[in-house]
């Protein structure tokens, strides 16, 4: 799993407004998602955050910045989706799998803003919408940020400006 490739609730319901000619919601998104069977949702969990290991109950906390599959989508979801308003809104998955598939729960409810959705799903709801069909673009648009991101930091203190192109 690589998070560069997940896209947040309000990215998605930014691109699928413009795709289509709706007014998609994180809210309206996750009532979509619930309407596919076993929708596939990721949470993005920031460095610190309590877990409890599944194989002996023991608690961990989270040495960085982490990502894990959610096992039951669908009930994660339908959490979320009795709030009115997703910005106080969270939910507590029965369990979490790592990249390397073991298993965790989480000590605290997890709010809306580390959902995180794969591009797939969302084509899918895109395409449902009538939404022009671009297979590979949330895939492209990820990769450009996880490329992006870390040149800032690369980048020498004396390296020469380059001036913008005219092209």
């Known amino acids: ?15 699928l407004s413009a795709q289509s000619a709706g007014n998609w919601t994180p809210a309206l998104l996750i009532d979509r998602l619930l309407a596919h069977r076993a929708p596939s949702v990721c949470v993005l969990l920031p460095k610190g955050w309590s877990l409890l290991r599944e194989e002996d109950g023991e608690p961990v906390h989270a040495a960085r910045r982490s990502l894990f599959r959610v096992s ?3 009930d994660f979801l339908e959490q979320f989706a009795m709030f009115g ?5 969270s939910g507590l998955p029965h369990r979490l799998e790592d990249a390397l598939g073991k298993g965790f729960r989480s000590v605290a409810p997890i709010p809306a803003a580390m959902l995180r959705l794969w591009p797939e799903e969302l084509q899918a709801i895109a395409a449902d919408a009538g939404a022009a069909s ?3 673009f949330m895939r492209r648009v990820a990769q450009m940020r996880a490329r992006a991101r870390p040149r800032a930091d690369d980048e020498p203190e004396s390296a020469p400006q380059r001036p913008p192109s005219s092209d």
């Not at 308003?85 to 809104?89: E, F, G, K, R, T």
């Open 72 to 74: 039951d989508g669908e």
């Open 1 to 15: 799993m690589n998070e560069s490739e997940l896209i947040s609730l309000g990215a998605a319901a930014q691109w």
């Open 134 to 136: 671009e297979a590979t």
């Open 85 to 89: 308003d997703l910005s106080i809104a």
